[in-house]
């Protein structure tokens, strides 16, 4: 095996990078990195491992000079995963999800991935940092990680999925709970009584809507990274790069759109990756979970899709109307952790405990296997 080093995604063919890109993977798929390439907050270059001249593996390597939201700055995860001094950032850094780029058929996924590794720290070493940083992970990919690496690890939030969509809406309210069903039953009475309508969009149709109302919801919560214009201009970036894969969820009537949930179709799984809506303009006839729930869920059924991502934006109140939530944990490998052997460190273990217990309490069910990694 040989691992080639590509400054640009333009050189590597679509065909071999997509498919090395699983279920999970849409936040490193070739369109998406495409975008996040002609975007000014990222540095990437990009580790092929090849196996007879055939791609069985790959890595992002990304340098974040500007981070497009606080959660993705190098200095937080120094400082969350005990780092004295700068890192290298592995894998996607948008949408809070990341995962391994590995030929599904290969055998020896362990030799790839070790491979990788050890060629993202060289780099790193070279260049005065002190390891690499794989930024919200899964559960199976921070083990697989852990599998061939000493990893020091951190719960990171969760995020929340629904799963078997691929039927219909009716069939993932009849398999709530009665809590879950009532819930979803007062929401979507409310919705149809205030008089929306909810249309299914592409996204070069409503760019400059939907950069207004998103830029208002991350106002309302105090999120002001980016101005209304930076938020136009990254939605467009993805519209030129992601229009065919793109489904956005409109609230509307006669007076226009009020609210927008911008998702994107990927393998089998629809994620969500944007909300947005002119509060003054809402009826109090609970639209955010009409918009970005239960329409999502009504897609793909129609769609044949198994999965909605949902992310990790309200991800309690999601919960509580049936979506599953999942952690992601951040994961740092030191440049001289090969001494040490594989295995798996966590930081904020107590801290980590203390939340599913406290959830728990809240009676949101979790899998207990996947809470804990080790």
Known sequence: MIIQTAGRLADVAEEDWNGLVGEDGFYLSYDWLKYVEGEPYERSRYLLCLDSGTPVGALVLNRIDNPFTPLYSPGRFSELLEVDGGTLIAGATRGHRSAMLLAPSAANRGEILAELLREANSLARQEGHKGIVLPFLTTSALAEVASVARVRAAFELPEAEITDCATSLDAYYDRASRKVRQRIREDRTKFARAGWTIRERNLDECVEEAARLVHRLRLKYGHQEQTQRELEDALAGQARNLASRSVVFTCEDDSGIAGVTICYQWRTTLYGRFAGFDYG?????????????????????????????????????????????????????????EKDGPGLDLVNDAAARQWMADIAQRGIPLDDAEWRPR
């Not at 729930?293 to 309200?314: D, E, M």
């Open 281 to 337: 303009r809402l009826r109090g006839a609970c639209e955010y979970f009409n918009v970005a729930l239960y329409a999502p869920v009504q897609y793909a059924g129609k769609a044949g899709l198994r999965r909605c991502h949902l992310g990790v934006a309200s991800w309690e109140a999601k919960a509580y109307r049936g979506a599953r939530l999942r952690p992601l944990w951040s994961a740092f490998i030191p440049v001289d952790g």
